[in-house]
């Protein structure tokens, strides 16, 4: 039993491997770390503009605009720091929230991140636009 528990772990830590190297090996990957990219085609007017440290995500539909500090913690792993919030009274969030996001798949259109905030999980497609 031990050796079939073994072989299991062994082989899918070599799948999480592969998995990261493709995605890392796409050619799109190199969009993803500066650039402007939107959220959502239905809201063209809701985007993110990232540099190598700082990412504003500007959300017109609800007239928000956030100040992040971005800290890669791997190739497909990052950390949002919220620094500056326009308007906190229209939402939830709070200066030195943090979100949690790992890049689960690349397209040549869009990158998915599965993001984690105050344990709620979701899938997120983000939009190359620059």
């Known amino acids: 039993m031990k050796t079939a528990t073994s072989l299991i772990t062994s082989m899918l830590a070599k799948l999480g491997i592969e998995t990261k190297n493709k995605l890392v090996q796409h050619p799109a990957y190199t969009k993803i770390k500066a650039g402007k990219f939107l959220y959502d085609s239905q809201y063209p007017k809701n985007y993110i503009v990232r540099s190598k440290d700082i990412q504003w995500d500007f959300l017109d539909h609800i007239g928000i605009e956030l100040t992040s500090k971005i800290e890669w913690l791997s190739d497909l792993e990052y950390k949002l720091t919220l620094m500056k919030i326009n308007d906190d009274e229209q939402i ?39």
């Not at 939830?92 to 991140?113: E, N, P, Q, R, S």
């Open 92 to 130: 939830h969030l709070k200066v030195g929230d943090t979100l949690h996001a790992t890049i689960i798949d690349i397209t040549h259109d869009f990158y998915v991140i599965e993001s984690n905030y105050k344990e709620t999980i979701k899938q997120t497609e983000v939009w190359f636009v620059e």
